[in-house]
């Protein structure tokens, strides 16, 4: 992040910090915001970011949660889902413009970010990978900006009952034509969650796919990236080691963060690991139950489309 961009991260939550006085050598907003913004980019220890920055671990504890609580505030204002009109026809036509896929208002994927095993109900942090975890659910636009973050289910969790249980699903529900996402066969097919077809049989099929996978790539990249940016999310850093309640905000943070920075063109600075990181769910969404409505929408979709 360049110096103006941190600066405006700091005018944004200054207010939430600041101290009401500077006794006891109070450390200011500007300490705190550049204490977490390392800790958030290296995934070190606390101990470590201390050391650097002449600061004790109990403080930079302190001051990420501080910190993760006040950028998480604003989630509502940095990531959001288009659900206006003129919102929904600008991420439709990102889409239609990189990709020629028509009608598309997001990308939906799950990844895994590695924590430290929770005092309470630790087993079912255990993903499948073996390790504890969170499976986040994730919603991009076509500039690999976030429109939506679901961060509280355990790893275990599939992603299918994530989506099931999500906002957004309540929303498309209730409004089937406002346009739909792309997800892999994690979820069930619907006419406003479009999933790739098992067993194409024509050309057309095959062409619905290939363009399916191509789009829907989007969300593993910015998944990727979003790891690459803040270390603490990788599987480079290890696991994040705060405990649960404090994780969920500093993610939260990232992820405000994330879009903070891809909105203002801010490059990598390791991109070498964007595809090192990918821990989405490759089980299949297999309950019996794809919803009729979705599979003659994509059937249409696919006759007059491809």
């Known amino acids: 992040m360049n110096r103006q961009c941190i600066m405006e991260v700091i005018d944004l939550i200054r207010d939430d910090i600041s101290h009401e006085t500077m006794r006891s050598f109070a450390i200011s907003p500007e300490q705190q915001t550049f204490a977490a913004l390392r800790f958030y980019a290296t995934g070190s220890f606390q101990q470590v970011t201390g050391d650097i920055m002449g600061i004790s671990q109990p403080s930079v504890s302190r001051i990420v949660q501080q910190v993760s609580t006040a950028i998480s505030r604003h989630a509502g204002r940095f990531i959001t889902f288009p659900v206006t009109a003129p919102q929904q026809q600008s991420v439709k036509e990102g889409f239609m413009e990189r990709f020629g896929f028509p009608n598309v208002l997001g990308c939906v994927d799950g990844s895994l970010i590695q924590i430290k095993a929770p005092s309470v109900r630790e087993d079912a942090y255990v993903c499948r990978k073996g390790y504890h975890a969170l499976n986040i659910q994730g919603i991009c636009d076509s500039k690999k900006v976030f429109l939506n973050l679901v961060v509280k289910w355990p790893g275990s969790t599939h992603d299918a009952f994530i989506w099931n249980e999500c906002g957004i699903n309540s929303y498309l529900n209730e409004n089937p034509n406002a346009g739909y996402l ?117 059937s249409r979709l696919i006759r007059e489309r491809f």
């Not at 049989?201 to 790539?217: E, M």
């Open 182 to 298: 792309l997800g892999d066969q994690a979820y069930p097919l619907k006419q406003f969650l479009l999933t790739p077809k098992r067993n194409p049989i024509n050309n057309a099929d095959h062409a619905f796919n290939r363009l399916h996978q191509k789009t829907r790539q989007l969300i593993e990249d910015t998944f990727g990236r979003w790891k690459c940016r803040w270390l603490m999310l990788h599987k480079f850093g290890g696991a994040i080691t705060i405990e649960l309640r404090n994780a969920i905000k500093a993610i939260v943070a990232t992820g405000v963060l994330h879009n903070i920075c891809e909105k203002k063109g801010i490059p990598l600075p390791n991109e070498d690991l964007i595809n090192t990181d990918y821990e989405g769910n490759d089980e299949m969404y297999d309950n019996g139950d794809i919803v009729e409505d979705g599979e003659v929408f994509r």
